[in-house]
């Protein structure tokens, strides 16, 4: 069965500190992963999309990166308006049929 | 473009109530599809669209009827509504499936 697993569930940061969050998988045949960030009452906005192990993508204070297993979105100096809940999608063959499967997204907050 | 809009933004229904969310997207878009999110869940497909006349079930279809007679348009009907259809509902649509999808602003609805 696919399977997205994000950890952690919520992470409390100071402006400037840099981490990183994690998009764990479990699927048959990636055909691509998506980091989405969701505002309070909005709908997800995109933000990358990666489709092979190695592969990077940056935007301002975000890069993502992508391993066979995993994925994490890099946060560096952040401001507190990267407050947000981020989520992470893959795209798989089998049995989703292509569909996105998400996982229940982080919730970052960035004090200042 | 205005991108994908639903209506409404918010609903109050009661028990056993029909009613239609409305999702249209102006990107000439082939692949739709509704999502709803639960607290401490992600995101869960309940119907998808690869193109006018063609839908199929997602993960959790049950109680939800869809239909796609234009490539604008994808309308979620609840037929006879259950508390258990409280949510928030995400319409998303991607030129197709593989792509990136991008969604709308969301329909939170209540149902007592």
């Known amino acids: 069965e696919d399977q997205v697993t994000q950890s952690p569930e919520a992470l409390r940061l100071q402006e400037g500190e840099s981490s990183s969050l994690n998009c764990s998988y479990t699927v048959s045949g990636l055909r691509g992963l998506f980091w989405y960030r969701q505002d309070p009452g909005k709908g997800p906005e995109f933000l990358f999309t990666?489709?092979?192990a190695g592969e990077e993508k940056e935007k301002e204070r975000l890069k993502a990166t992508l391993t066979k297993k995993e994925s994490f979105l890099h946060i560096t100096a952040p401001k507190p308006e990267d407050s947000a809940t981020y989520l992470c999608a893959v795209q798989a063959g089998g049995g989703s049929q292509g569909n996105l499967i998400f996982g229940k997204g982080t919730k970052l907050s960035v004090k200042p | 473009n205005a991108g994908v809009t639903q209506t409404p933004k918010f609903q109050v229904l009661k028990t056993g109530q029909s009613m239609t969310l409305q999702c249209a997207q102006d990107?000439?878009?082939?692949?739709m599809s509704w999502y709803r999110q639960d607290p401490g869940m992600g995101l869960r497909l309940i119907h998808y669209s690869v193109g006018a006349g063609i839908t199929d079930q997602g993960e959790v279809p049950n109680g939800y009827n869809v239909s796609r007679s234009t490539t604008e348009d994808f309308p979620l009907r609840l037929l006879s509504a259950a508390p258990s259809q409280t949510s928030v509902y995400f319409c998303?649509?991607?030129?197709?499936?593989?792509?990136?999808?991008?969604f709308g602003p969301g329909t939170r609805l209540l149902v007592l």
């Open positions: 998303a649509s991607s030129h197709v499936r593989r792509e990136t999808q991008y």
């Open positions: 990107m000439n878009h082939e692949y």
């Open positions: 990666l489709y092979s």
